[in-house]
């Protein structure tokens, strides 16, 4: 746990408003009531009372809607949220997450209290932060030259792309806690949700069934029913484009491999075509993280991860794993002894130290997460292979067209705003 100095909300004010979106966490529950803490209120204690409907669960961090800011009893709105809801406070915490990070690792660096440095800086939004090295309006006139210098080239090192930002409606949160080795079903549905909502064919709130993959998976004798894993992800793959998958209503989710085909009907999605790279084999070692990342800026990717023994089979540190030196040297050659376990990326980003990492969502729930089940593994010796969903070119081209209309209406708006502030300063 960071020290005092260390520790501070995320926005300028000190308590949540009324009908505020917050991210919290459940820290206990006691009957239909439950203690929850704010995460970006410096973790302010908080209350939900007669929540029996959304089912808490202690461990689980979640968004809430704010009912009263009573300063000595903050109190949240007991009924479920909408799912727009859900996904704006999902992607305003991931936000604010990141700025902190990178204000956290300037005041551990040069000693600072990070609530004084927040204010030095004015409370800076995404966005704002990003903008910074364009324009320093927000720096306070306390700012010495130097922290100026070092919080500029901090914020340049420390990249993050992410869809949890970008659009984080195409993902789905990590509810699922995960029984079976079924780790390859929930990453490759969750691929092609995300492929198809970034296409228009799935609405964003709608969800596609795990369980039908894995009877699928079962049915063509694919998976290993002794551990209910599979050996490879391509004939699995070739299932999602040849045979399609139901909606998550149509076959609800049993963490069960027993085969038994559940399905009540209803449409089925596919996707165009699905290809499986091979680490060293197809791409190079030293370019599969690259790879990813150029693909990344389409839509999520399936990645299968390899397991090293210093990991300790626990992915719940806020860390960026990688292999030691002696693990990379040892199971070079004997890679098939390491267990795998396949996890939908979704970003890419460096820390603070400038080491590179690609941001996984787990596949065993977010209960006591990290990051609310996402994992950061380092580029090298990782990724043992990954499935790309072909792009057509017109989708391709459509996509390229809307990021460069974005980005310079961007500059246009930026550019008007400054020429009406001079014109009426």
Known sequence: MASPE????????????????????VMSTSGNDAVISLLEF????????????????????????????????????????????????????S?????????????DDRKLNLKRL??????????????????QRFLSADVDPDLRDFLLQRIKLMVYYSWRIINPRILQICLIVQ?????????LTRQVEAYLKLK?????????????????????????????????????SKIIQRDGLVSE?????????????????????????????????????DMVAFDIIQRLLLAPISCSILLYPSYNNCLKEDRIYGPTGDEVRTYENDSEALDCHTMLCTGHGVDRYGKSFLEMQDSSGNVNAVDQGYVKFAHMNTVVDYVVFTV??????????????????????????????????
């Open 6 to 25: 260390l520790r501070c909300r995320m926005y300028r004010p000190r308590y949540p408003e009324v009908d505020r979106l917050v991210m919290g966490k």
């Open 42 to 93: 410096n973790e302010k204690e908080a209350k939900v009372f007669n929540s029996g409907e959304r089912g808490l669960v202690v461990g689980r961090t979640m968004p809430f809607r704010v009912l009263d800011d009573n300063k000595r009893a903050i109190l949240l709105r007991p009924n479920p949220l909408s799912f727009e809801d859900k996904m704006v406070c999902e992607m305003e915490y």
């Open 95 to 107: 936000k604010a997450k990141h700025v902190q990070r990178v204000l956290f690792s300037v005041a």
């Open 118 to 135: 927040y204010k030095l800086v004015g409370w800076p939004s995404y966005e704002e932060l990003l903008n910074l090295h364009e324009d």
């Open 179 to 187: 029984l079976l080795n079924i780790c390859y079903a929930i990453a």
């Open 200 to 236: 228009n064919l799935l609405p964003y709130d709608s969800y596609l069934s795990i369980q039908d993959l894995v009877n699928k998976a079962v049915k063509k004798g694919l998976v290993d029913i002794a551990d209910a894993s599979v050996p490879k992800l391509g004939p699995v």
């Open 249 to 285: 209503g149509d076959c609800p989710f049993q963490n069960s491999i027993d085969g038994e085909y559940r399905r009540t009907g209803g449409p089925v999605k596919k996707i165009d075509k699905a290809r499986v790279y091979y680490a060293g084999d197809e791409v190079p070692n």
């Open 392 to 425: 057509s070119i017109c989708l391709l081209c459509f996509i390229l067209f809307s990021k460069f209309i974005l980005f310079t209406g961007i500059s246009f708006f930026k550019r008007i705003t400054e020429e009406t502030k001079s014109e009426t300063g």
